[in-house]
Nanobody, 125 residues
């Protein structure tokens, strides 16, 4: 299983970015996907997650109402739409795939088996 995250970059505060996470080597539609981020010198934290069907999403309080996770199972891709970005959103963003078929979307990093390489998001003030 391989996950390829992309779409990061430099954006001004208040701006938007859309990250993508493309999967290969698995029947993607069966598995929940999570997004996490890690800022310099800090631990990796949960951002948002989506169920295998795409019908259920949930978010960290810090990004709720600003970020949206969606998926296109036909394209084996999950998206993280980020709006009203803040400097504190600066981090490397990772997508991760659970290995439990039809498993619930989770907030814990330990619940995810496969990880992408990360994409840098930098928000300038």
């Amino acid at each position: 299983v391989q996950l390829q995250a992309s779409g990061g970059g430099l954006v001004q505060a208040g701006g938007s970015l859309r990250l993508s996470c493309a999967a290969s080597g698995t029947t993607f539609a069966y598995y929940a996907v999570g997004w996490f981020r890690q800022a310099p010198g800090k631990e990796r934290t949960f951002v948002g997650a989506i169920s295998w069907s795409g019908t259920y999403t949930f978010y960290a309080d810090s990004v709720k109402d600003r970020f949206t996770v969606s998926r296109d199972n036909a394209k084996k891709t999950v998206y993280l739409q980020m709006s009203r970005l803040k400097p504190e959103d600066t981090a490397i963003y990772y997508c991760a795939l659970r290995s439990a078929r039809y498993g619930e979307a989770k907030a814990g990093a330990d619940d995810y088996r496969y990880w992408g390489q990360g994409t840098q998001v930098t928000v300038s003030s």
